[in-house]
């Protein structure tokens, strides 16, 4: 199992000292357009987690880019959306591995394929990517094969060179994937994590999001950093009923709706920056598949002194709400209804968005203010 060195030590411990010395990225005042971030990329036209993807949507104007870490075997934080790498990568392909296939309970739910902390980097590195809605995505699809799996590290190299080469800061929104699994297999991930930010010239000055569903990792990375300058932490929330992973570990039963009432959204103000709930927590839809009455959280969000963020936009007719959806079929792009559909929920206020597609994210923002 692999352990955290000496060196790595005393890069956690100088992490809050590194950051907040030289962090500026959120010091001046709050930005007057809601931020545009490219979830997992620019994920509905490339495979997701890719250099590709992350080229795209910077290429197509993301404030962010999103990558969402887990551990290899060798300790080394990697771009997957889950730990299970059966749907998105080619590992079925690979008789070599063949015996590794195993089935493990992740977050209370059972899962049967090929496991990251599994695998050391190296033999990830022979692994190729693929898309996963490959029916639905198919100029995305038509890129299987051609990009590896990447470290955290990676694309943080790669991101400082395309802020270097557009004249424009790119910040990093990573998400932290299952905490509570992870540190019960002995392969905690936070303090890896601090450490990667703190030998990164770019992470100690860039803006930087920090993501999770889980609420006690939060809170740890809040006393290990205290208020950098450069680094909100951003907690998730999903739906109402749902109990985080580490609340449902340790017997609780706080949920993700009393988590996001105005008097949870005060309690979260104390350890996060940022709340993110999914698109129908904000605007849910009634029965006719419309977009109904907003909800209260945007105004108890601001209330409460945290900004709010909502994931996800997909330009597809499957996911949008039927106000939005055209006439050519449920898999079909429908770049101008995603459009319409982000700038429904703008007018509510959220001070940001994740999207599939950066580019009509982007179209969204800017064709409103202009």
Same mark, same amino acid.
């Given at each position: 199992m692999a352990s955290i060195t000496r060196r790595d030590s005393i890069k956690i411990a100088g992490a809050a000292m590194l950051v907040g010395s030289t962090g500026a990225a959120f010091a001046a005042p709050a930005r007057a357009k809601p931020l545009v971030f490219g979830h997992r990329g620019c994920s509905a036209l490339r495979p997701e987690h890719t250099l590709g993807s992350y080229a795209k949507a910077i290429q197509d104007g993301a404030d962010f880019i999103e990558p969402d870490l887990v551990i290899t075997k060798d300790g080394v934080l990697v771009a997957r959306h889950e730990n299970n790498i059966a749907e998105t990568t080619d590992i079925a392909r690979h008789p070599e591995?063949?015996?590794?296939?195993?089935?493990?309970?992740?977050?209370?739910?059972?899962?049967?394929?090929?496991?990251?902390?599994?695998?050391?980097?190296?033999? &990830?590195?022979? &692994?190729?990517?693929?898309?996963?809605?490959?029916?639905?995505?198919?100029?995305?699809?038509?890129?299987?094969?051609?990009?590896?799996?990447?470290?955290? *590290?990676?694309?943080?190299?790669?991101?400082?060179? *395309?802020?270097?080469?557009?004249?424009?800061?790119?910040?990093?929104?990573?998400?932290?994937?299952?905490?509570?699994?992870?540190?019960?297999?002995?392969?905690?991930?936070?303090?890896?994590? &601090?450490?990667?930010?703190?030998?990164?010239?770019?992470?100690?000055?860039?803006?930087? *999001?920090?993501?999770?569903?889980?609420?006690?990792?939060?809170?740890?990375?809040?006393?290990? &950093?205290?208020?950098?300058?450069?680094?909100?932490?951003?907690?998730?929330?999903?739906?109402?009923?749902?109990?985080?992973?580490?609340?449902?570990?340790?017997?609780?039963?706080?949920?993700?709706?009393?988590?996001?009432?105005?008097?949870?959204?005060r309690e979260m103000a104390t350890y996060a920056d940022v709340v993110a709930p999914q698109v129908r927590g904000v605007i849910p839809l009634g029965p006719d598949g419309k977009l109904g009455k907003p909800t209260a959280i945007v105004a108890d969000a601001h209330a409460a002194g945290l900004l709010i963020r909502v994931w996800t936009f997909r330009p597809e007719n499957h996911f949008l709400a039927a106000d939005f959806k055209n006439g050519d079929g449920d898999g079909a792009r429908n770049p101008m209804g995603s459009v319409a559909e982000i700038r429904r929920y703008l007018a509510t206020g959220i001070d940001g968005f994740f999207t599939d597609d950066p580019a009509l994210g982007r179209l969204a923002v800017d064709g409103l203010t202009s």
């Open positions: 591995f063949a015996s590794r296939k195993t089935t493990k309970t992740i977050d209370g739910e059972p899962q049967t394929g090929w496991f990251v902390e599994d695998f050391t980097l190296v033999e &990830l590195k022979t &692994l190729r990517t693929v898309e996963r809605l490959g029916k639905m995505r198919s100029e995305s699809s038509s890129y299987d094969g051609q990009f590896q799996i990447l470290t955290f *590290e990676e694309i943080i190299d790669f991101t400082a060179a *395309e802020s270097a080469a557009r004249g424009r800061t790119v910040g990093l929104v990573p998400e932290l994937k299952h905490s509570t699994y992870f540190t019960g297999i002995n392969m905690p991930l936070e303090d890896r994590f &601090l450490a990667v930010l703190a030998a990164h010239e770019y992470t100690r000055r860039a803006p930087v *999001e920090v993501q999770s569903f889980e609420v006690a990792n939060l809170r740890y990375l809040r006393r290990k &950093l205290g208020r950098p300058a450069n680094i909100r932490l951003m907690q998730l929330v999903g739906d109402n009923a749902q109990i985080p992973a580490d609340v449902v570990a340790t017997g609780g039963t706080l949920s993700f709706g009393a988590m996001t009432n105005a008097a949870g959204l």
